[in-house]
């Protein structure tokens, strides 16, 4: 099986974590680098939740960690940790035991481009941050990635950020609308909405049934993801959504994508009230196309790799201890 060289773009918590194990434990996944991005929570809590990750898949010191940018282009940091608490259910470990590369996430995601251009990919699962510096520090930068995959935005829909916007777009819309104005030979973009509501998206009962996997990946999956359902709930969203893994997926296994066209995408910069919204046109508009809008992946196709993922045997190199002081 040909394995698809990648880097994991990444505001580490929750569903971030679960991209980063189908990145370590997925067959098809050549995973080069995970480079941190400010998004979800505090980024030292990010950078601890991508250690967790790699540790409890055993795979630390296997997958060079990059520090990236901290905050957005033009805009203060916005959290959501609202959404996802620290982003790993109070887990820690000897964090000081794991070492984190120096290179910049911005200097490593050009210089491994660099090296094997129109070979590697990236997966863009956070606000666009570090792929747009990227694209300000090289101009040729864009035309080396071989596709770029994008978790953002909503397909002219409902945001979960504001009404109009999707957190990774509002969070740096600047940076977002560089993306996709930078002539990027193969961009895909799987949306909160519709996509992660509908077909990313698990109740809680069949969570439930998920998260009995005794495995140390199945207890770690559910300790990420437990926060997150509560708020979703809370605001309306019937269950555990999966956006970032499911990015994740579609490039590794473009089976599960059941439907998609070529778009034009423009993230709004300059009002506030619509800050970040994508604006998504279809060829009756007579625009260019700079993207691929993923508009229905196979849920049941998904959620069986997650099944296989959460059934995973792993051995974490360092001990992960609960909140409680108790060993995962
Ligand atoms: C996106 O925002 C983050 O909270 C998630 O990790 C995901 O990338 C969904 O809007
Ligand atoms: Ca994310």
Same mark, same amino acid.
């Given at each position: 099986?040909?394995?698809?060289?990648?880097?994991?773009?990444?505001?580490?918590?929750?569903?971030?974590?679960?991209?980063?194990?189908?990145?370590?434990?997925?067959?098809?996944?050549?995973?080069?680098?995970?480079?941190?991005?400010?998004?979800?929570?505090?980024?030292?809590?990010?950078?601890?939740?991508?250690?967790?990750?790699?540790?409890?898949?055993?795979?630390?010191?296997?997958?060079?960690?990059?520090?990236?940018?901290?905050?957005?282009?033009?805009?203060?940091?916005?959290?959501?940790?609202?959404?996802?608490?620290?982003?790993?259910?109070?887990?820690?470990?000897?964090?000081?035991?794991?070492?984190?590369?120096?290179?910049?996430?911005?200097?490593?995601?050009?210089?491994?481009?660099?090296?094997?251009?129109?070979?590697?990919?990236?997966?863009?699962?956070?606000?666009?941050?570090?792929?747009?510096?990227?694209?300000?520090?090289?101009?040729?930068?864009?035309?080396?990635?071989?596709?770029?995959?994008?978790?953002?935005?909503?397909?002219?829909?409902?945001?979960?950020?504001?009404?109009?916007?999707?957190?990774?777009?509002?969070?740096?819309?600047?940076?977002?609308?560089?993306?996709?104005?930078?002539?990027?030979?193969?961009?895909?973009?799987?949306?909160?909405?519709?996509?992660?509501?509908?077909?990313?998206?698990?109740?809680?009962?069949?969570?439930?049934?998920?998260?009995?996997?005794?495995?140390?990946?199945?207890?770690?999956?559910?300790?990420?993801?437990?926060?997150?359902?509560?708020?979703?709930?809370? %605001?309306?969203? $019937? &269950?555990?959504?999966?956006?970032?893994?499911?990015? !994740? =997926? #579609?490039?590794?296994? +473009?089976? /599960?994508?059941?439907?998609?066209?070529?778009?034009?995408?423009?993230?709004?910069?300059?009002?506030?009230?619509?800050?970040?919204?994508?604006?998504?046109?279809?060829?009756?508009?007579?625009?260019?196309?700079?993207?691929?809008?993923?508009?229905? %992946?196979?849920? $049941? &196709?998904?959620?069986?790799?997650?099944?296989?993922? !959460? =059934? #995973?045997?792993?051995? +974490?190199? /360092?001990?992960?201890?609960?909140?409680?002081?108790?060993?995962?």
């Amino acid at each position: 099986m040909e394995k698809i060289p990648f880097i994991l773009d990444t505001d580490t918590a929750q569903d971030d974590c679960v991209a980063i194990l189908f990145g370590v434990c997925d067959p098809r996944a050549d995973l080069q680098a995970i480079t941190m991005v400010a998004g979800n929570v505090g980024f030292e809590q990010q950078v601890r939740n991508a250690l967790l990750t790699l540790n409890v898949a055993g795979k630390l010191g296997d997958v060079p960690i990059y520090t990236g940018c901290s905050q957005p282009i033009m805009r203060e940091w916005v959290s959501a940790s609202e959404v996802h608490g620290d982003g790993s259910g109070g887990l820690s470990m000897d964090f000081e035991k794991a070492e984190i590369q120096k290179e910049h996430a911005v200097n490593a995601m050009l210089r491994i481009v660099n090296e094997r251009p129109g070979e590697v990919s990236i997966v863009a699962i956070g606000p666009l941050t570090n792929v747009a510096s990227a694209v300000v520090l090289d101009r040729g930068f864009a035309k080396k990635v071989k596709s770029l995959y994008i978790m953002g935005g909503s397909e002219n829909g409902r945001g979960n950020t504001t009404s109009s916007a999707e957190f990774n777009f509002y969070v740096d819309p600047e940076a977002a609308q560089i993306v996709f104005t930078a002539g990027f030979e193969d961009i895909h973009v799987l949306t909160w909405d519709p996509v992660t509501l509908r077909d990313a998206t698990i109740s809680r009962d069949i969570y439930n049934e998920k998260t009995k996997s005794p495995t140390p990946i199945g207890k770690f999956f559910k300790s990420v993801c437990d926060a997150t359902l509560d708020f979703n709930e809370s %605001v309306g969203v $019937d &269950g555990s959504t999966h956006p970032d893994s499911m990015t !994740l =997926a #579609t490039m590794l296994h +473009p089976e /599960l994508v059941e439907d998609s066209s070529p778009m034009r995408i423009d993230v709004e910069t300059a009002s506030e009230l619509t800050r970040g919204y994508s604006a998504m046109a279809w060829d009756k508009f007579g625009l260019n196309a700079n993207a691929t809008v993923i508009h229905k %992946v196979d849920h $049941d &196709g998904f959620f069986e790799l997650l099944d296989k993922l !959460l =059934a #995973t045997q792993t051995t +974490p190199t /360092l001990e992960i201890r609960e909140p409680d002081g108790s060993t995962l």
